[in-house]
């Protein structure tokens, strides 16, 4: 958390919410010199910017609504955002396989059309339809060298088939790309405040009002209960699932937009299979869900798509949502699946802008700004919807929504410019993983893998003088070392054990809740012996 000085002096944006949405947003804005400060009102990450399916993809299921603008936009900034962060994100293959009673979900667009014209196809998806949506899904984009185009697979030859049942004979395989969502959102928050922006965590907007030309923004510390008070000339609204509710109750402001939130559940196994591609998986019902390779020990299922009413309820995955993910996967794998080999679950909202649509599934993706201002009134930005592909896009369009009033903050400038760690080519990751190994030889593979594709070039940084294990302090298992979390803290707003080990890593997954209880505990001695300052070694790297 950075810490700031209460004063009248107004700051140029203001930004609620510290999701991926906010923090872009502070991170372009803080970019083109506007002095930024962003409130968030727990950890960074800790909503919807943690739980989705760690994709950056356009969507192809979207085709299906004849979303093509926001599916070209999305598949346009996989391969810009792949070289902007090699180390946290990494293209992947998605097997898609084939069978004769794939259908669409409800009444789509496309499954309406073809319904006037193929009545016969009776809402199936044929695969010539398959194959065109995977030609439009390698071409809208403008696909370069990074992602290989459509392949066909004969699965009973391919290593993909071996996991599935046998009745599954041919599959297409595209490509899409990987990506470790809650750090994303770091990284950006971390550049922002290199930029000069002032990133406020467990820190909460109470109250927001004009005046005199400027917005008064009323803060809370969550952690001393102390209040301040800060002046902006405009206001972000990126609450996510909460910006109505920012909108509603803390800036007492009438608005008929608001958002569909849709809960969105995975479950994690056990390692289901050896290779390294992701499955696209069709239901019965028209949905789809992806299989992933997931922390190499284990694989990830999801997702589903269904309205959650209540805010005040944090979303969990259910046993009724855990049984249908274990039942679709059942359906394609060898092995059945049930409820006992989910080693760990996981639920987020997402706040769709609401279009009226149908069904959870049918309601659009991309995002829509809304400016409030009239007059000579400070402006607000509100922001709904949107998808973690698009961000960096949905950042630039929003700094040109505010332009008129920062006539200064000209120029686009953050394709290509990397996220902290990410100063390497995108196929450098297993040359650094062997110059890490090479400098610290006490470094096992996973160890060693784990830190560049958390940290890239600045895993160097975090062992710099280390010569040993011992050298790292206290090892609180799953190799999670005292260092790391002290530079955790230092440098990237961790404060507790769950901000560590499920959100800048999923250690969680292979640690005893004893372990995360002490590491809990001994976060909390830190902090309050003053760990948030720098250590010796970090102030050196610097």
Not at 192 to 198: I, K, N, V, Y
Not at 336 to 343: A, E, G, I, N, Y
């Amino acid at each position: 958390m950075s810490h700031f000085n209460e004063t009248e002096t107004p700051v140029d944006l203001f930004v609620i919410g510290g999701g991926i949405n906010g923090c872009g947003i502070a991170r372009d804005a803080a970019g083109r010199g506007l002095s930024v400060m962003l409130a968030e009102k727990n950890d960074l990450a800790s909503a919807t910017s943690s739980a989705s399916t760690k994709m950056f993809h356009g969507g192809l299921r979207y085709l299906e609504y004849f979303e093509f603008g926001l599916v070209a936009k999305a598949l346009k900034e996989r391969e810009v955002l792949l070289r902007a962060m090699p180390h946290i994100s990494w293209p992947m293959r998605f097997v898609l396989p084939y069978h004769k009673d794939m259908r669409f979900e409800g009444s789509t667009p496309t499954s309406r059309l073809l319904s006037l014209v193929m009545p016969w196809m009776k809402g199936r998806r044929p695969a010539w339809l398959i194959r065109l949506g995977l030609f439009l899904y390698d071409t809208l984009g403008g696909r370069q060298k990074i992602l290989p185009g459509t392949s066909t697979v004969n699965l009973r030859k391919d290593v993909t088939g071996k996991p599935l049942q046998q009745r599954f004979a041919k599959a297409f395989e595209y490509s899409d790309c990987w990506v470790e969502d809650s750090r994303l959102v770091v990284l950006n928050a971390r550049d922002a405040e290199a930029r000069g922006a002032t990133i406020l965590t467990r820190t909460e907007v109470v109250s927001a009002e004009r005046k005199d030309g400027l917005w008064k923004v009323v803060l809370n510390d969550r952690e001393t209960g102390a209040q301040s008070t800060v002046f902006a000339r405009a206001l972000v609204n990126a609450g996510g699932p909460w910006v109505a509710d920012v909108i509603q109750q803390k800036l007492r402001l009438n608005s008929s937009e608001g958002v569909r939130l849709v809960r969105g559940s995975h479950i994690v196994t056990k390692r289901l299979y050896d290779h390294d591609k992701a499955y696209f998986l069709q239901g019965e019902d028209g949905r789809i869900i992806f299989v992933i390779p997931y922390e190499e020990d284990f694989t990830l299922i999801g997702t589903t798509d269904l309205d959650h009413e209540d805010l005040s309820k944090a979303p969990e995955c259910t046993d009724a949502e855990a049984d249908y993910l274990c039942a679709f996967a059942s359906n394609y794998f060898e092995k059945p699946l049930t409820r006992d080999d989910v080693v760990w679950s996981y639920s987020g909202v997402r706040p769709l802008y609401d279009d009226g649509a149908s069904s959870a599934t049918a309601a659009t993706r991309d995002y829509v700004l809304s400016l409030d201002q009239a007059g000579d009134a400070a402006p607000i930005l509100n922001v709904f919807g949107g998808k973690i592909t698009t961000y960096r896009k949905l950042a630039e369009n929003a700094l040109a929504k505010l332009q008129p009033f920062f006539p200064q903050a000209t120029g686009d400038w953050t394709a290509g410019v990397t996220l902290p760690g990410g100063d390497f080519p995108v196929d450098g990751v297993p040359r650094l993983i062997t110059q890490l190994q090479t400098d610290y030889p006490f470094l096992d593979d996973y160890w060693a893998r784990r830190l560049v594709k958390a940290y890239g070039t600045e895993a160097q940084q975090m062992l710099v003088g280390a010569s040993g294990e011992k050298d790292l302090g206290r090892a609180f298992g799953a190799t999670l070392t005292e260092r790391e979390v002290r530079w955790l803290m230092a440098h990237e707003y961790a404060r507790r054990a769950e901000d560590v080990v499920w959100r800048r890593n999923r250690l969680g997954l292979r640690m005893s809740k004893d372990q995360i209880a002490a590491l809990d505990q001994w976060m909390a001695t830190a902090y309050a012996e003053g760990a948030k300052n720098k250590s010796p070694v970090e102030e050196a790297v610097q």
